[in-house]
Each structure stands twice: as C-alpha cells, then as structure tokens.
C-alpha cells in the first residue's frame, strides 16, 4: 500500500504559477444537435481572483447566427472548467432555448507555439440536453 501512495503522490504535479490563456481564439466545433459551427472565444484573466496555478477568467463565444455566450472559466495548470450563457434578451434562463452549459478544456500548445484548448461541453437543458466539443487556437 505505501508503495502504490508514494506512486500517487509523485504523480501529482503543481504547477507554482499559473500560464495566462488571455487572448482571441479561433474556433471550429461540432455540436449534437445543431451540426458544426465556427466561432471566436475571447478569455481575459481576473488577476485577482487568480492565485498560483489557480485562475479565473471572463469567458465569452461568438458564434456566428447563433449568439454572444458570456461566462467564466476556473483554470488550474492547463486544465479548466467553463460555463457559458447567452444573455436573458437571447432566450437564456426562463427563455424558449435554455441554451447555457459547462464544459471541460485542457490547453496546450500547438506545432507553432499557439495555445490552443478542446473543449467538451453539456447543456441540461438544451432540447432535451445537448453536448458538443470545440477545438480552439489562440491567434498570433
């Protein structure tokens, strides 16, 4: 047993600072219900709510004829969490669509040093439910 916990611990990494995905990014993603789609992604750090290999952004999509998702994002080391929303005036929360959701993203770099994330993302009530994944890469 004390072998299989020091093999744990040692996996573990923490990172002392964390990496600020700030920027405009690129998107192409598939979602189940409405096919594929484009947009652009725009994260900001909050610095201070960001401590460590801790932070937390403003998160916003664009997605062309669909909308402006705002929401926030809770990054540790390259992994992060999302939620997004569009806007009440859209149809969010008490709306038709009830289009709002959470997604999980991991960052890393790409072939030419961009940043870039995948994204899986639910939404509970999105016609029934609804899923999708987006693939996004920070412009230079």
Known sequence: MKKCIAVLAMSWSFQ?????FSGVYDCTGQDAHE????G???MKLRPEHSHAADASYDFQLDVPNYGVYTGHAAVHGHHAAMHFALPAEQGEYGGKTHDFGTGIAAFKKNAKGQWTFRKFYFEPGFKGGNT???VCTRQA
């Open 16 to 20: 002392a600072c964390a990496v600020d």
């Open 132 to 134: 999708g994944v987006e």
């Open 40 to 42: 652009t992604v725009t």
């Open 35 to 38: 096919g594929a789609y484009t």
